[in-house]
């Protein structure tokens, strides 16, 4: 059942499971913290796991106005205020992965441990760091009819053999609206801060398959954070949470609870 929180100028849908430190879950860019349905009944087994819909996206609903990923970031440490915790554990996908950064630059107090999965690193632009990024614009602007080709970027043939549905969350993408096209103007943004400056103990996750963000991007990431760790999920692609979740969780599980 879907909760809401006022924090700060949003009404922010989320949904909570389990006990134990707080967990804060972001979803991609076009997603909606559904995507991490069949993730959280593993993580809830250790943590207090909280999926949320960040601004423009899902239920949660606030002004009707441009935003920028530090109102992504402020969003979320109001959001853990608001549900009183003072600080969390936080795992981001893809574009997640970029709130979860900009959190940790500029509310470094209310991170306790992070990982970024499937993402890439502050402050570069997703066009710079993968080469095929504009087939990939090209083929979301080209939707319903390219969702069979769409669908291969974010999931490894193999998998959509076995999850042949999966093919039809790209054809029934919604039309443009106001609300998506806000949304996509927001992860356009960045912060000035770099991910050099995370403080916070970090996990990076990327899956060898990924074509959205090839795992070199993100792994890459590993080496400009103090300490932190890499893995290499084989045979995956970048939606973890949903085609490897077990697989995922136990990573988490185990770097969360060192």
């Not at 109102?71 to 893809?94: E, M, N, T």
């Not at 970029?98 to 066009?127: C, F, I, K, N």
């Not at 801060?193 to 993100?218: H, N």
């Amino acid at each position: 059942m879907t909760s809401f929180v006022q924090a700060g100028e949003l009404r922010i849908a989320f949904d909570r499971e389990g006990d134990g430190p707080p967990l804060l879950l972001m979803h991609g860019a076009e997603a909606s913290r559904q995507m991490f349905a069949a993730l959280v009944p593993h993580l809830s087994k250790h943590f207090t796991v909280i999926a949320y819909d960040q601004r423009d996206c899902g239920e949660t609903e606030g002004p009707e106005r441009a935003s920028t990923l530090a109102d992504l970031a402020d969003d979320a440490q109001q959001l853990i205020k608001a549900l009183g915790f003072r600080r969390a554990h936080v795992f981001g996908s893809s574009f997640g992965g970029r709130v979860a950064q900009a959190l940790a630059l500029m509310h470094p107090r209310s991170v306790d441990r992070l990982v970024l999965g499937s993402t890439w690193p502050l402050p570069r632009p997703y066009e710079e760091l993968c080469p095929d990024a504009r087939r990939l614009g090209e083929l979301r602007s080209e939707l319903p009819a390219s969702a069979q080709e769409l669908a291969t970027w974010f999931f490894p043939e193999a998998f959509l053999a076995q999850r042949p549905e999966l093919r039809r969350v790209f054809a029934n993408a919604r039309p443009g609206s106001a609300r998506s096209s806000r949304r996509m103007a927001t992860v356009q943004t960045a912060l000035e801060r770099g991910v050099a400056d995370i403080l916070a103990p970090t996990l990076v996750l990327a899956g060898e398959l990924d074509r959205v963000v090839p795992a070199s991007v993100t792994l890459s990431m590993a080496g400009r954070i103090r300490g932190a760790d890499a893995v290499l999920l084989p045979g995956v692609g970048h939606v973890t949470a949903m085609q490897a979740p077990q697989v995922l969780a136990q990573h988490i599980v185990r770097f969360l609870e060192t």
